[in-house]
C-alpha cells in the first residue's frame, strides 16, 4: 500500500474537492482520517474551533469498533454513519478502506442533500488517491 | 505508519502505551499531561468505565518542534488492560510506530506482565509488524513501592523475564510520582522518529 505519504499536489487537489463540494454547501469542517486515526486533511468554513486530532483519534476508534460491530451480524462493513445532534450533526462515510471522509454540520443542511454531496466528493477524491498508487 | 502531510509539513507520529491492567499506562500520560502542559494544546481524551478503568484508549496529542523544517505531532494512546479486551487493544495498535511496554514490578503480577509482553508479539503480528523491529521502550513501572513494603520484583528479574531476548532500552520508573516517566517518553520519541527517518531515506 501507498499510503504514509501524499504530495502537494494531491492534497491541494483533495481540499479543492472539499472546499467546493462540501464547506460551499455550508458544512462547518470537513476531515480526512486513516484508520489509524492519522488527519490526511482538514478543512473548515473559518469559524469552527474543532479539536481534529482528538476528533480523529476517536473517529477512527468509532469506525473500527462499528466494522466489528458488522462482522458480528454477518455484514462486511457499516460504509456509512451518521450521528444526530440538537444544533450540530457528523456523518462519516468511507472512501475506501484505509480513508474516511468526516462532515460536521449544523440543522440548515438536510441529510440527503449533504448525502449526495459526500458521494460525489467520495468519487472524485477516490480517483485522486488512486493516481497515487499508478 | 505515521502520515507525512508535505503541504503543511506535519508528521504524525502514534506512540502506544501497552501492557497489563493495572500497570500504569493511564498514569504516565496523565503525568505527562500535567508536566508538559505547555506543548499539549488540547485536552486528554480518556474512554474509561465508571471504575475509572479504561474502556477504549486514552489519547493525548502532543507537539515536539520541529525537525528539519516539519512539525512533529506525537499522538499518545494507551490500551485498556484487562485481559478481555484484547479485540479493542488489537484496534488501537493499528498504525502503530512506537511502543512503550509499562510492566508492574509488584510481584504478584509477575506472569501477567509477561502474558501482556507475548499478547504484544500476536497483535503486532497480524499487522504485520514485529516486536523484534518496532521502536519498543520496556518501563518497570511502580518501584516506589518499595518503599511501602509491597514486595516487588529486583530490576534484574524483570529484565530477564521481559527483556533478555529484546534488548530494548528500559527504564525502572514511578508513574504516580513521575520518575522516569518523562525519560521513558523522551527514549520512546527518540527511537521512533530514528525508525521514521530511516524509513524514508
Redesign the interface.
Known sequence: MN??????EQ??QIDTILAGKLIKLGVDCVIII????????AKDNGESKY?V??FA??A??NF??VD?MAKLVGEAEFSLLFHKGKESNIHFSKIDDELLLISMFGKDISLGFLRLNVVEAIEQIRKVWEANRD | ???????DKVV?V?IVYYGPGRCGKTTNLEYVNRKFRDQI???M?S?KTHGDRTL??D?L?FDMGQIKGYDI?I?L?TVPGQVKYN?TRK??L???DGVVFVADAMEKQREKNIRSLNQLHENLQAYKESIFKLPLVIQYNKVDLKDHGVPILPTAVLRKDLNSRLKVPDFEASAITGYNVAATLKKIISSTVVSIQKKLL
Open positions: 499510503y504514509g505519504i501524499v504530495s502537494q492534497l491541494e486513516d484508520m489509524a486515526g492519522n488527519i490526511i486533511t479539536d486530532y482528538s483519534a476517536l477512527a476508534g473500527a469498533t466489528a | 505508519m505515521s502520515f507525512i502531510n508535505l503541504k504524525q502514534k494544546q488540547s485536552e481524551v474512554l477504549f484508549f489519547f496529542p505531532k499522538q494512546y479485540a484496534l488501537v493499528k498504525g502503530v
